[in-house]
């Protein structure tokens, strides 16, 4: 039976190490960035940029990110993303920024935009993201990595797309067998939300690791409307943010990392660079070590 640890993991992280260690150090140099195109969609080229350790000698864990923007703009160039990427390719892991359909780009995508619109927004991007998971684990030997480890995180929008794509498959995918042999180790979200935490289960829940402000504006923090819409409003739309998955998920005895920020606002939808040496330890104990992990910070 695995151990229940809730402070373990930052009592570990908190400690000087004299020797380091793969997926938590900076060990690697940093290849020059490759980009592929994983689809081409209404003759746009989709691309996934990726960042890979020099001379790992081993297949690597594979970090897919999906950048934010409202559907309308945002992309893998962001220069907080590719830093990011450049920090955890330095310590082990490939990681593939990736771009998608901006299908609201120039248009709304508020309360005067109607939720059926925003529910088939939410599917397009969550089809972009799972085509080029697919791309990555076809790949997976011309690029060296793990496609038993793909980790996948998004920004705002992104996570959005992520979020649903792991969590609630049956109401994004026409046919969500057509992803059956896709597993997922971990997600990562900032500032997202899905459409349904029911449609979380067991079978489908993996770890997370989860950080929102408690006063945002566009993505509720738990469980509310869309931009906080009017009922009467055309894009009134109920999602469940990161409270109410972070609840699923403790019901459910998987892993999670929690951060709260108090009175927070959107913003919290970027890079947590300060956090992210508890993120690392945390999908080195949650993910490889396969200890559960569920730990809750508030900011």
Known sequence: MKKTFLIFLFLISSQSFLAQEKLLDSLYGVKEVQTEIYATKVGEDLVVDLYRPQNSGEQTPLIIFMHGGGFSGGSPKNPKEVKFAKIAASKGYTVGLISYRLTRKGQSFGCDFEAEGKIGTFKAA???????????KNNSEKFSIDPDKIIVGGSSAGAEAVLNAVY??????????????????????????????????????????????????????????????ERDQPGYLILDGSESIVQK????????????????????????????????????TAVFDDITIQSKISL
């Open 126 to 136: 969550a089809e972009d993201f799972m085509d080029a998971v697919v791309f990555m």
């Open 168 to 229: 609630n498959p049956d109401l994004m995918f026409e046919d969500s067998e057509k992803y059956k042999e896709i597993d997922f180790s971990a997600v990562i979200s900032l500032a997202g939300a899905l459409v349904d935490v029911r449609y979380l289960t067991e079978e489908n829940a993996v770890p997370g690791i989860f950080f929102h402000g408690t006063a945002d504006n566009l993505v509720p923090y738990g469980t509310a409307a869309h931009h906080y819409c």
């Open 249 to 284: 998920l403790e019901e459910l005895g998987t892993s999670y990392l929690f951060y709260t920020f108090k009175d927070a606002g959107h913003e919290i939808s970027g890079m947590p660079f300060e956090h992210l040496p508890h993120v690392f330890q945390f999908l080195k």
